[in-house]
């Protein structure tokens, strides 16, 4: 078991470094319950399956509705929950087994099935893999915003996290190549070898911060609180609602260009080479995963260099920089053009994330000084459920503008090539929506009001309290 670094009065807490790291391989396992939804059903399913992108945008949209509503309720529970395990890891347990089962399970539906089968199969698979997704990723990050106090040094758990989050991303990338080897004999027969290698890792990564991680509040929160009171006091957080228009804006703009991104890249900027574009992923993923490694090194340096409040503003003009050259980057018979483009932003967008992510334990300390409790779950729980929500009008309207654009999943199949008008509705309907909300967001993070000397004053009234409430 990880013992927890102890805290000088002088030094803001940070856990140890074993701590930190054995934590932070839980995000490995983050990212592969994940994607499947992110890079694996949409393309498989229509192109492979032949399953109607209308219907697929359905299967993926309801279980994130279904998820949302469910994730502030097991957000405040895992808040309140009180066992020998402490507040988050047995809900990591679960989680893990469950996920890993499941994300097997999912790649056996039948291309000789109906379409009406074949979307029953994947909605209740759907449901099942993204509910243990849903409490995975919100525990977890929960889990993280408990252990560092120090301003700075939360960029650097956040970092891990990243790091082990890109290990998983640099196999990830790679996912839809490989199964579309010769050797597996069709990229159906391919993900079904392959997600037994996914669910392999889910169950080790998983289950890694629950036998091996302390929980430094697994007591904290011994008084009941009604869950819409608790619900409604996050959202008078001023930087906690800023940080969810910037996550709304963004997640429009990201999903409805990543609704139409597979296609535009395959069938306009590589011809129809769906192994070109694939292996371009997997080079970008071996790119983001140096970036993380160095992030993990440098992320304090950056955030006493830049501040937290200052790189969200740049990173965000950064965004909306990326999104305004895209029409350029993504142009037909170009595919290293895009790498150039899809690395050069994609290190941008890993520094956005990474403080992003920085800021929430610093909210979570806001929230405590009012209220007295520690609500790290519930604030993961109500970004969620906001994430999921928005996420799944989106990939539902990503559907249909696939559908809208011309698209024929029968000429795909065949792996025949779409119309030229067909590739320009697409191109049109991607970059549009991408321009658009990057350039709001980047108006929003203009106003995010944190800074240093504001949490220095908040965590020193915080050591002030617990001080005088803790026994002599």
């Not at 790649?107 to 979307?119: C, H, L």
């Not at 997640?251 to 409805?256: A, H, K, R, V, Y």
């Not at 989106?394 to 792996?415: E, W």
Request: charge should be positive; glycine fraction near 10%.
């Amino acid at each position: 078991m990880a013992e927890r670094q102890e805290k000088s009065p002088s030094q803001a807490y940070t856990a140890d470094a074993r701590t930190l790291h054995l934590w932070g391989i839980g995000g490995m396992a983050d990212y592969m319950l994940f994607v499947s939804f992110n890079a694996l059903i949409l393309p498989i399913f229509t192109t492979a399956f032949g399953l109607s992108p209308v219907l697929v945008g359905w299967a993926l949209m309801l279980p994130r509705i279904t998820d949302a509503l469910v994730d502030p309720i097991l957000g405040h529970l895992s808040d309140d929950t009180h066992t020998r395990w402490g507040r988050r890891r047995p809900y990591l347990f679960g989680a893990s087994i469950l996920g890993a089962i499941v994300v097997m399970a999912l790649w056996w539906a039948s291309p000789a099935w109906p379409q009406g089968r074949q979307f029953a199969y994947l909605l209740t698979c759907s449901i099942l893999l993204y509910f243990c997704y849903g409490v995975f990723s919100m525990t977890h990050v929960a889990f993280g915003y408990e252990l560092s106090d120090d301003y700075h040094l939360r960029t650097k758990v956040v970092a891990i996290r990243g790091f082990y989050f890109s290990i998983a991303a640099l196999a990830g990338g790679w996912l839809y190549w490989l199964a579309l080897r010769p050797v597996f004999g069709g990229e159906i027969a391919g993900i079904r070898w392959i997600s037994a290698g996914i669910a392999a890792v889910i169950l080790v990564a998983g289950l890694i911060p629950f036998f091996c991680c302390r929980e430094r509040f697994q007591n904290a929160n011994r008084r009941h609180v009604n869950l819409w009171k608790a619900i409604r006091a996050t959202l008078r957080v001023r930087p906690f609602v800023i940080i969810l228009l910037l996550r709304v804006a963004q997640t429009l703009g990201g999903s409805l260009f990543g609704a139409m991104a597979f296609y535009i890249g395959v069938y306009s900027v590589c011809g129809g080479n769906k192994s070109l574009f694939t292996s371009l992923s997997g080079i970008n993923g071996m790119v983001g995963f140096a970036a993380a490694f160095t992030l993990m090194r440098v992320a304090p340096w950056l955030s006493r260099r830049l501040g937290k409040r200052r790189a969200i503003i740049w990173g965000y003009g950064a965004a909306f920089l990326g999104a305004m050259l895209m029409p350029f980057f993504m142009r037909p018979g170009h595919p290293y053009l895009l790498l150039t483009h899809m690395i050069t932003f994609g290190l941008a967008s890993a520094v956005l994330t990474m403080f992003m992510a920085a800021v929430m334990p610093d909210i979570c300390d806001l929230d405590e000084l009012e209220s007295g409790e520690r609500r790290e779950g519930l604030f993961s729980a109500v970004m969620s459920f906001v994430s999921k929500i928005e996420n799944s009008v989106c990939i539902l309207l990503g559907g249909y503008l696939v559908a809208f654009s011309g698209f024929d999943t029968h000429v795909a199949q065949q792996m025949g090539q779409q119309p030229q008008a067909v590739l320009d509705k697409m191109r049109l309907l991607g970059f549009t929506p991408a321009i658009v909300f990057a350039g709001v967001t980047f108006a929003i993070a203009c106003y995010f009001p944190i800074t240093q000397k504001m949490m220095t004053d908040v965590r020193a009234r915080l050591d002030a309290r617990r001080a005088a409430a803790s026994p002599s």
